[in-house]
């Protein structure tokens, strides 16, 4: 079946700095991506809809500019937190499908755990 | 997307069947029903997913109503290995929106 990576697994950084995380699909083209967070014993809160060679967009009460996204390819897209703060400690999921269609399984990462100090 | 209720949490004997219900009352008819889980610390897992006929693959069985008002997911001999959340989701776009699932805990 498909596949998407997520890389890297888990990371701790300093606050202030910027974490960029990389999904990417192994198999198969991906015009659309998902990104999401989850915090401790909650669910999957979308976060934005990453597009090809177009800009993203963001679900309501994400800023744009703290967590940016870029989708360079048809494998590969990025989600970048910046300056990032405690509170952004979460664990991200990306998320893909070979077609973008309502009645087409996605395919998940396996996330990334986010820890800022 | 229409909104789905599920129960927060459901206990099964390993080696038998777990049925997961899920009450998606307001869904409209272009709606699909999907069902993914989320083992601790992972990314969802898909399962299966159906529109208005019963479906069955090599991981569980898919049970919709006629008036497609509620479904049940089915595993039918449940291991320890499926202790997970299990998220049933109502997707009429190409977004997953998700809601709180059910814990389902898998006991000896």
């Known amino acids: 079946g498909a596949v998407v990576s997520q890389h890297p697994s888990w990371v701790i950084c300093k606050s202030g700095t910027s974490v960029k995380i990389e999904c990417r699909s192994l198999?198969?083209?991906?015009?659309?991506m998902f990104w999401y967070r989850q915090f401790p014993k909650q669910s999957l809160m979308l976060m934005a809809t990453?597009?090809?060679?177009?800009?993203?967009?963001?679900e309501q009460g994400v800023e744009k500019d703290k967590f940016l996204i870029n989708h360079a390819s048809l494998t590969l897209s990025t989600l970048t937190v910046t300056s990032a703060h405690p509170e952004d400690s979460s664990f991200y999921i990306c998320?893909?499908?070979?077609?973008?269609?309502?009645?087409?399984?996605?395919?998940f990462g396996s996330g990334t755990q986010l820890s800022v100090l | 997307d229409a909104k789905t209720t599920q129960p927060t949490s459901m206990d099964c004997a390993e080696g038998r069947a777990a049925n997961l219900p899920c009450n998606h009352s307001t869904i409209s008819g272009n709606e699909y029903v999907y069902w993914y889980r989320q083992i601790h610390s992972q990314g969802p897992q898909y399962i299966i997913h159906?529109?208005?006929n019963n479906e069955t693959n090599e991981m569980a069985s898919l049970i919709i109503t006629e008036d497609r008002k509620s479904s049940t997911l089915i595993l039918p001999h449940a291991t320890l290995r499926d202790t997970a959340v299990y998220y049933c989701?109502?997707?009429?776009?190409?977004?997953?929106?998700f809601g709180t699932g059910t814990r389902l805990q898998v006991f000896p």
């Open positions: 990453s597009n090809e060679g177009s800009k993203a967009t963001y």
């Open positions: 159906g529109l208005k």
């Open positions: 998320s893909a499908s070979p077609r973008d269609r309502v009645n087409e399984k996605l395919f």
């Open positions: 198999d198969f083209q991906a015009t659309t």
């Open positions: 989701i109502v997707r009429s776009t190409d977004k997953l929106i």
